[in-house]
């Protein structure tokens, strides 16, 4: 099975509207971690937004929040007031902190590609 | 403040030529990884080094070995270069356990 599901191969949004990413996960780890991050057209990966399994409340950093259903496995990106250079892939990735010793191997995946028109 | 920095940038090798990427950090950072990104198929995990002196196999080590040369370096070698190598190539590293990954600006590779 996928450890990360992005469903969404691609999507389309307005400027200035919000969007949800959605994610979904499988672990049986009780101690875990979800990342999103951003690719835009020039290559490089850019970290957007983290949250751990026992976070009570869901992580927010400026126009990004992670709407965390853990009971449903899901970790979805919203994006509010999105912006034409929001425009991008975007991956979710996972942690599971059983087998990561002190590393932080993250599982990636297959990512979703936004596309934010006038 | 380079953060990671990989080299080369872009490469075309012929099949079964060998060659190495090269990934710097200068963050301080403890661990340090590879990854292959395909199309379709996201990050994948070649190898990672906790810390310095460590290296363990990810989820597609075949072809491939590493070095974890100092703190600073970690190395990818491909000995025999195959088509199904042609990717784009990610060094990341990791500053505390469970932290996230900061990446280098990838390198492609095509083998033909």
């Known amino acids: 099975a996928q450890k990360i599901t992005q469903t969404q191969p691609g999507m389309f949004v307005q400027e200035k509207e919000a969007v949800t990413l959605d994610c979904t996960y499988d672990?049986?780890?009780?101690?875990?971690?979800l990342f999103w991050y951003k690719q835009p057209s020039s290559g490089e990966m850019i970290f957007l937004i983290y949250q751990g399994s026992y976070d009570q409340q869901n992580a927010t950093e400026g126009r990004y929040s992670l709407n965390f259903q853990k009971a449903r496995k899901s970790a979805n990106l919203v994006i509010s007031a999105s912006q034409l250079g929001d425009s991008a892939m975007y991956f979710c990735a996972m942690r599971e902190d059983s087998n990561t010793g002190t590393a932080s191997k993250l599982t990636f995946g297959t990512g979703t590609r936004l596309q934010v028109t006038l | 403040n380079a953060g990671v920095t990989q080299t080369p940038k872009f490469q075309v090798l012929k099949t079964g030529q060998s060659m190495t990427l090269q990934c710097a950090q200068d963050?301080?950072?403890?661990?340090m990884y590879w990854y292959r990104q395909d199309p379709g198929m996201g990050l994948r995990l070649i190898y990672y080094?906790?810390?310095?002196?460590?290296?363990d196999k990810g989820e597609v080590p075949n072809g491939y070995n590493v070095s974890r040369l100092n703190k600073r370096e970690f190395s990818l070698r491909l000995e025999s270069a195959a088509p199904s190598q042609t990717s784009v190539y990610f060094c990341a590293s990791s500053e505390w356990r469970g932290g996230e990954l900061f990446f280098g600006e990838g390198s492609r590779l095509t083998v033909l």
């Open positions: 080094s906790a810390s310095e002196g460590t290296t």
């Open positions: 672990t049986s780890d009780p101690s875990y971690g």
């Open positions: 963050m301080n950072h403890n661990s």
